[in-house]
């Protein structure tokens, strides 16, 4: 036994020194999907090779059955038993060992390690991330089934972002890994279209992969609310413009005014017409798309005058106390408040509150509290202040009444509270109400007080030698007035009379007045049926007569001047032109104060007792204008001057051929004395009016007897050489006066007149 043992110990020793690994497997990292050789050539060994897998033997032949992507290569002659595993996958994944079973030998361990890249990464909510402006959100990238796990890195438009927050999770095989990248952004609104791209990459794919999303930010609409005009006056309109931009698009507008909404308003724009609660109550447009809404208020400038808030409460209070009233006022711009009293200008407070402190009974009555806004308008409200205290009482200290008539005395007790008792105290005598013999209490109570009438049925001489006492009580004293009474005369009988006749005379006028204005109406209802001519200053001829009435003359020396009138071409037949209207025209200046009160009938007497004569006139001679010169006149009418107001004479002797035959020797002596006096502005001084104011002797035809038309119809025909004289004699408006006897002149001298005829 000894001997077999130590000759198979020789033979193990000697084969054991002939097989040997001449290559043994390495540990190798290989990319999954690639193919890898485990060698292993041992030396000297005839023998069957295995391969173990984390210690399981996959097989001692050389196509490894089971087992479709490893095989063994090389020649087994040369003892090259290499492992061959096509397209290693994760599964290759292990530890690797080669042995020679029957020389006992095992290769060193190899560690096989299969990498695999990682998926593309995947970017939650893309390739189109809605985002919603202003608020926090994470960006995550997530890269999955990679050995190793993959590295993540962000980038926003090319820019590397830091700020990514990296986590790895391990996979249920042991082997693989997810990584994930959280990248933490606040979008804005400008962020809305940026590109974030998520890169990965580990051993397996160290090109990296990436993807790429776009941010839509996405918000509640931004709205501008305004108002135009921003100022206005309250009733006037204004227009609310209410500007939105949204991501989505705008679903909606909703109006309201104070927190109520306007139904009727829907659109993006309000147009009303404000009062003053437009300036306490905003007015809000809300505008609503898919991710929310937003509210914006405002409110508009209105001005309007003072609105009343708070209305002071009148107040009654004791003698002594305090008082307060309160009144609030709102308005635009900013109104200014006065606290007055009645009766009073002095400002009391400017304040919302009035203090009173310790009043007395002269602080009772009405305040005002004014509220004043500049340039828009005043408003108030007036506050009553009762203080209770004794009795105020208020009499004319005199009162009167007619002896042996009814009389009445009065006083007035106006305090609060009212009096408990009125007593009227004279002489022996107290009464306070009823009657006792000629006397009588009456009390009448009124807003304003109590009234105690103290009343005498019969006034006697003796009561007009006392003194009245009117005394009143309440809870808070006593008041006291004195009065007396005093005797009145009665109203004189000629003051009755003088009233009666007065009154007798104003009715008198009023009858009169109304007479005159129903002849004027009746005048003019005539003359619309009849031709109507109209009239102007051409349409007067003037006419002077100067009678002497201590000169004894015929008819032949008393002449009546007339101016000849002439009709004009371009006025109606009825209608002639006047040359001493002419004349008074020139002299308008220096007689400006003279008006024409009768419009167009003037009649100027020197003295009232005179007689006069009317002439027709005939002929006009169209010779030059008249030349005048200051000398003796008429003294005008009251309504033109006073009486001695010097004359003037018009001068006809150079337009019409005159002679002295025809003169008296009183004119001539006259006419030589007044020869000296031409130049113009010189008047006679002689208050006598001595010489004489008649025209001297003119041309033949100049003048005719004037004959009062015995009817004013209209005249067709005219002769050419008497045409002046038939529209005078046609006017409705020729006058002439009767003759008046010299006889009835108070004056010795001659006397004037200047008579318009129309």
Same mark, same amino acid.
């Given at each position: 036994?000894?001997?077999?043992?130590?000759?198979?110990?020789?033979?193990?020793?000697?084969?054991?020194?002939?097989?040997?690994?001449?290559?043994?497997?390495?540990?190798?990292?290989?990319?999954?999907?690639?193919?890898?050789?485990?060698?292993?050539?041992?030396?000297?060994?005839?023998?069957?090779?295995?391969?173990?897998?984390?210690?399981?033997?996959?097989?001692?032949?050389?196509?490894?059955?089971?087992?479709?992507?490893?095989?063994?290569?090389?020649?087994?002659?040369?003892?090259?038993?290499?492992?061959?595993?096509?397209?290693?996958?994760?599964?290759?994944?292990?530890?690797?060992?080669?042995?020679?079973?029957?020389?006992?030998?095992?290769?060193?361990?190899?560690?096989?390690?299969?990498?695999?890249?990682?998926?593309?990464?995947?970017?939650?909510?893309?390739?189109?991330?809605?985002?919603?402006?202003?608020?926090?959100?994470?960006?995550?990238?997530?890269?999955?089934?990679?050995?190793?796990?993959?590295?993540?890195?962000?980038?926003?438009?090319?820019?590397?972002?830091?700020?990514?927050?990296?986590?790895?999770?391990?996979?249920?095989?042991?082997?693989?890994?997810?990584?994930?990248?959280?990248?933490?952004?606040?979008?804005?609104?400008?962020?809305?279209?940026?590109?974030?791209?998520?890169?990965?990459?580990?051993?397996?794919?160290?090109?990296?992969?990436?993807?790429?999303?776009?941010?839509?930010?996405?918000?509640?609409?931004?709205?501008?609310?305004?108002?135009?005009?921003?100022?206005?006056?309250?009733?006037?309109?204004?227009?609310?413009?209410?500007?939105?931009?949204?991501?989505?698009?705008?679903?909606?507008?909703?109006?309201?005014?104070?927190?109520?909404?306007?139904?009727?308003?829907?659109?993006?724009?309000?147009?009303?017409?404000?009062?003053?609660?437009?300036?306490?109550?905003?007015?809000?447009?809300?505008?609503?798309?898919?991710?929310?809404?937003?509210?914006?208020?405002?409110?508009?400038?209105?001005?309007?005058?003072?609105?009343?808030?708070?209305?002071?409460?009148?107040?009654?209070?004791?003698?002594?106390?305090?008082?307060?009233?309160?009144?609030?006022?709102?308005?635009?711009?900013?109104?200014?408040?006065?606290?007055?009293?009645?009766?009073?200008?002095?400002?009391?407070?400017?304040?919302?509150?009035?203090?009173?402190?310790?009043?007395?009974?002269?602080?009772?009555?009405?305040?005002?509290?004014?509220?004043?806004?500049?340039?828009?308008?005043?408003?108030?409200?007036?506050?009553?202040?009762?203080?209770?205290?004794?009795?105020?009482?208020?009499?004319?200290?005199?009162?009167?009444?007619?002896?042996?008539?009814?009389?009445?005395?009065?006083?007035?007790?106006?305090?609060?509270?009212?009096?408990?008792?009125?007593?009227?105290?004279?002489?022996?005598?107290?009464?306070?109400?009823?009657?006792?013999?000629?006397?009588?209490?009456?009390?009448?109570?009124?807003?304003?007080?109590?009234?105690?009438?103290?009343?005498?049925?019969?006034?006697?001489?003796?009561?007009?030698?006392?003194?009245?006492?009117?005394?009143?009580?309440?809870?808070?004293?006593?008041?006291?007035?004195?009065?007396?009474?005093?005797?009145?005369?009665?109203?004189?009988?000629?003051?009755?009379?003088?009233?009666?006749?007065?009154?007798?005379?104003?009715?008198?006028?009023?009858?009169?007045?109304?007479?005159?204005?129903?002849?004027?109406?009746?005048?003019?209802?005539?003359?619309?049926?009849?031709?109507?001519?109209?009239?102007?200053?051409?349409?007067?001829?003037?006419?002077?007569?100067?009678?002497?009435?201590?000169?004894?003359?015929?008819?032949?020396?008393?002449?009546?001047?007339?101016?000849?009138?002439?009709?004009?071409?371009?006025?109606?037949?009825?209608?002639?032109?006047?040359?001493?209207?002419?004349?008074?025209?020139?002299?308008?200046?220096?007689?400006?104060?003279?008006?024409?009160?009768?419009?167009?009938?003037?009649?100027?007497?020197?003295?009232?007792?005179?007689?006069?004569?009317?002439?027709?006139? !005939?002929?006009?001679?169209?010779?030059? /204008?008249?030349? =005048?010169?200051? *000398? #003796?006149?008429? +003294?005008?009418?009251?309504? @033109? &001057?006073?009486?001695?107001?010097?004359?003037?004479?018009?001068?006809?002797?150079?337009?019409?051929?005159?002679?002295?035959?025809?003169?008296?020797?009183?004119?001539?002596?006259?006419?030589?004395?007044?020869?000296?006096?031409?130049?113009?502005?010189?008047?006679?001084?002689?208050?006598?009016?001595?010489?004489?104011?008649?025209?001297?002797?003119?041309?033949?035809?100049?003048?005719?007897?004037?004959?009062?038309?015995?009817?004013?119809?209209?005249?067709?025909?005219?002769?050419?050489?008497?045409?002046? !004289?038939?529209?005078?004699?046609?006017? /409705?408006?020729? =006058?002439?006066? *009767? #003759?008046?006897? +010299?006889?009835?002149?108070? @004056? &010795?001298?001659?006397?004037?007149?200047?008579?318009?005829?129309?």
């Amino acid at each position: 036994m000894t001997a077999l043992y130590l000759i198979f110990c020789l033979m193990a020793t000697a084969a054991t020194q002939a097989a040997y690994f001449s290559q043994q497997p390495q540990d190798q990292v290989v990319i999954s999907g690639q193919s890898v050789t485990l060698p292993c050539v041992i030396v000297g060994y005839r023998g069957m090779v295995q391969w173990t897998k984390d210690g399981l033997a996959l097989g001692g032949e050389r196509d490894l059955p089971g087992w479709t992507r490893y095989s063994l290569m090389g020649d087994p002659l040369s003892g090259e038993h290499s492992l061959l595993i096509d397209s290693a996958e994760l599964v290759d994944d292990a530890v690797y060992e080669c042995q020679a079973t029957q020389a006992g030998l095992r290769s060193h361990r190899a560690k096989l390690t299969v990498l695999v890249p990682p998926s593309d990464p995947v970017v939650e909510g893309g390739p189109v991330v809605r985002l919603k402006a202003h608020t926090p959100h994470n960006l995550t990238c997530r890269a999955s089934g990679a050995k190793p796990a993959a590295e993540i890195t962000w980038y926003r438009d090319g820019e590397v972002m830091e700020s990514a927050i990296y986590s790895k999770i391990p996979l249920e095989d042991g082997k693989r890994e997810a990584a994930i990248s959280m990248l933490p952004i606040v979008p804005e609104d400008s962020d809305s279209g940026r590109t974030y791209t998520c890169r990965v990459l580990n051993p397996a794919a160290p090109a990296g992969r990436q993807t790429s999303v776009t941010i839509n930010v996405q918000h509640p609409p931004s709205v501008t609310l305004s108002v135009q005009p921003q100022t206005v006056a309250e009733g006037a309109k204004v227009l609310f413009i209410c500007s939105a931009s949204a991501n989505p698009e705008i679903t909606g507008y909703r109006w309201s005014k104070g927190g109520v909404p306007i139904s009727e308003a829907n659109g993006d724009s309000l147009e009303v017409t404000v009062d003053y609660s437009y300036f306490t109550d905003p007015v809000s447009c809300e505008v609503s798309n898919s991710v929310g809404s937003t509210n914006v208020s405002t409110l508009v400038d209105v001005q309007f005058g003072p609105r009343l808030l708070s209305e002071p409460k009148p107040m009654t209070v004791d003698i002594g106390m305090d008082a307060a009233f309160t009144c609030a006022w709102t308005g635009n711009p900013p109104l200014t408040l006065a606290w007055t009293k009645h009766g009073s200008s002095v400002v009391l407070s400017n304040g919302n509150t009035l203090q009173l402190k310790a009043v007395t009974q002269e602080d009772a009555g009405t305040y005002t509290c004014k509220a004043i806004v500049p340039r828009i308008g005043v408003a108030e409200r007036d506050v009553t202040l009762t203080v209770n205290g004794p009795p105020i009482i208020t009499a004319d200290a005199t009162q009167h009444a007619v002896k042996h008539s009814k009389g009445k005395l009065e006083c007035r007790v106006g305090s609060s509270p009212p009096p408990d008792k009125i007593v009227w105290t004279f002489g022996d005598m107290s009464l306070s109400s009823g009657s006792s013999g000629r006397y009588s209490v009456q009390t009448v109570t009124s807003d304003h007080g109590v009234v105690s009438s103290l009343v005498l049925s019969e006034t006697l001489a003796q009561d007009f030698q006392l003194r009245y006492n009117c005394t009143a009580w309440n809870r808070f004293g006593t008041g006291t007035a004195l009065v007396t009474l005093k005797e009145q005369e009665a109203l004189p009988l000629l003051i009755i009379v003088g009233g009666a006749v007065g009154g007798g005379c104003v009715l008198l006028i009023c009858v009169i007045t109304l007479v005159s204005l129903c002849c004027r109406h009746t005048g003019k209802g005539e003359l619309n049926g009849k031709r109507c001519t109209r009239l102007s200053k051409s349409d007067i001829r003037v006419q002077i007569v100067h009678s002497d009435h201590n000169a004894t003359r015929g008819n032949d020396d008393e002449e009546d001047v007339k101016e000849p009138m002439a009709p004009n071409s371009s006025e109606s037949p009825g209608t002639s032109r006047t040359e001493h209207s002419d004349l008074l025209e020139e002299e308008e200046d220096e007689r400006s104060d003279i008006k024409d009160p009768t419009n167009g009938y003037y009649n100027v007497r020197g003295h009232e007792d005179r007689h006069i004569r009317s002439s027709g006139f !005939s002929e006009y001679v169209p010779n030059a /204008r008249p030349v =005048y010169t200051p *000398s #003796q006149l008429p +003294s005008p009418s009251p309504i @033109y &001057g006073q009486h001695g107001t010097q004359p003037r004479v018009y001068d006809f002797n150079h337009r019409y051929a005159t002679t002295t035959a025809g003169r008296t020797a009183y004119e001539q002596q006259q006419a030589a004395q007044q020869q000296p006096a031409q130049p113009a502005g010189i008047y006679p001084t002689d208050p006598n009016y001595s010489g004489s104011a008649y025209l001297p002797a003119t041309y033949g035809r100049a003048f005719t007897s004037y004959v009062k038309p015995s009817s004013y119809e209209k005249v067709d025909a005219y002769d050419q050489s008497d045409q002046a !004289s038939k529209v005078s004699s046609s006017s /409705r408006f020729s =006058y002439a006066s *009767s #003759q008046v006897s +010299s006889q009835q002149s108070d @004056y &010795g001298r001659p006397s004037q007149r200047m008579q318009t005829h129309v």
